[in-house]
């Protein structure tokens, strides 16, 4: 509560800096004073607007996280838009520090910016959200079994979908995509609601269409154990978590919570028959602060040498973990996992290419935020991840550039 009320006073106080800007902005440069009063009685009713979608009742079960979700997006893109005729407005008194004259930057160029910003924004979130990618990788590991050369494994991550209420059409058009993709197993990375298990509902026979040889597997990230949420008690937050690992049983999955699953495929030899096998591990939510930690990698998959398979043995080993700062901190360093893979950053819903290279705001906070990542660990073993940007929002809905993702990887030794 106390880090959503810093918010708001941030935001709140960047939105009186910016309109007091464009007041004097307009009080220099417009002939009638009657357009700065009509403009600083506007920026009251934005106040008060944003005054009332922060005291919206968001953290309470039963509210519907849709209305405030829009009205905010709403009021962040009506405030780029003024950001930007403020930021050029502020450049253009930089002459006055010579002169005394101040140029309107922010009408000649501040404005077709802001436009710029404000059209990007909601066609992110009018067609960008709803436009889906199908990304191949191939995936060369020198420990992989031969039976499984050529395997194809789908994975989708982060689908809220909260966020579509009850209109299942996006979600039904994911799962046909993922399907029509035949692979051999499909993973879900995390966080497959926004806030409570209710979310799902309308969703279940749409996802229970996913259909792979070898199943379907799930993890939880930190949007799925209602942790967004103000319970009354903490046993209608574990009712909600239960219910989760229920309704994603009814739908066909296998939620792996810190657990293992052996996957074997036959091969012929000499008209005799041997069977490989690949072990895929499911961590929960590996938690940064202010997320509780639930993941625990000890517990999901034996780590010491001893044991007769252990995160160090020669087994081609998958894991699945939604945060990508669990592979930074631990798995890479600690274990010869071979390939891991992730979501949760979203690239931040804004993903900007030039060729080969890419950015994204939310390569200020994580290392690792979207695509493949090869390296040596300290014993010279090949580990891989890969991070998924996601197919659903949370906060904002849009998407720029990060479209709805599916990652199907064909592995090869």
């Known amino acids: 509560m106390r880090i959503a009320f810093t918010s708001f006073l941030f935001l709140f106080v960047v939105s009186i800096l910016i309109d007091w800007e464009i007041l004097n902005s307009i009080r220099k440069f417009a002939r009638k004073r009657i357009w700065s009063k009509y403009y600083l009685w506007s920026s009251i009713v934005c106040w008060i607007y944003l005054i009332v979608v922060y005291l919206w009742p968001k953290r309470n079960v039963d509210e519907d996280i849709l209305l405030p979700m829009w009205l905010m997006f709403f009021y962040f893109t009506l405030y780029l838009f003024k950001a930007c005729i403020a930021l050029f407005s502020l450049l253009g008194r930089i002459p006055r520090l010579f002169s005394r004259r101040r140029l309107p930057l922010g009408l ?17 979130a009018l067609w960008g959200r709803d436009r889906i990618e199908v990304v191949d990788v191939d995936i060369h590991c020198p420990r992989l079994p031969e039976a499984f050369v050529g395997y194809r494994i789908a994975q989708f991550s982060d689908i809220h979908v909260g966020t579509w209420g009850n209109d299942t059409a996006f979600i039904s058009r994911l799962v046909d995509s993922i ?45 799925d154990y209602g942790d967004y949420i103000t319970w009354p008690n903490e046993a209608l937050r574990l009712a909600n978590n239960r219910l989760l690992d229920s309704w994603q049983r009814k739908m066909g999955w296998t939620l792996l919570n810190n657990s293992h699953r052996f996957i074997t495929r036959d091969r012929t030899i000499h008209d005799s028959i041997a069977r490989d096998t690949m072990v895929l591990i499911g961590v929960e939510n590996w938690g940064e602060p202010p997320f509780r930690q639930y993941g625990d990698l000890t517990k999901a998959y034996p780590t010491h040498p001893d044991s007769a398979f252990n995160v160090h043995d020669d087994r081609f080993k998958l894991l ?54 090869v390296m040596e660990n300290k014993d010279g073993d090949l580990v891989q991840l890969y991070v998924n940007v996601g197919a659903g929002e949370v906060g904002m809905p849009f998407r720029i550039g990060a479209t709805p993702e599916i990652t199907v990887f064909t592995l090869y030794r």
Request: with cysteine.
């Open 320 to 373: 699945m973990t939604h945060n990508p700062e669990h592979w930074r901190r631990v798995t890479s360093a600690q274990t010869n996992i071979d390939l891991t893979l992730s979501g949760h950053t979203h690239a931040m819903q804004i993903q900007l290419k030039a060729g080969e290279h890419r950015f994204s705001p939310s390569s200020l906070f994580y290392k690792f935020w979207g695509g493949l990542y």
């Open 108 to 124: 000649w160029i501040g404005v077709p910016v802001g436009l710029v910003a404000f059209c990007a924004l909601w066609y992110g």
């Open 179 to 223: 399907n029509a993709q035949h692979p051999n197993l499909i993973l879900f990375t995390g966080d497959i609601v926004n806030r409570t298990t209710t979310e799902l509902r309308p969703f279940i026979p749409v996802l229970s269409r996913l259909k792979a040889p070898d199943g379907v597997y799930s993890i939880l990230g930190n949007h």
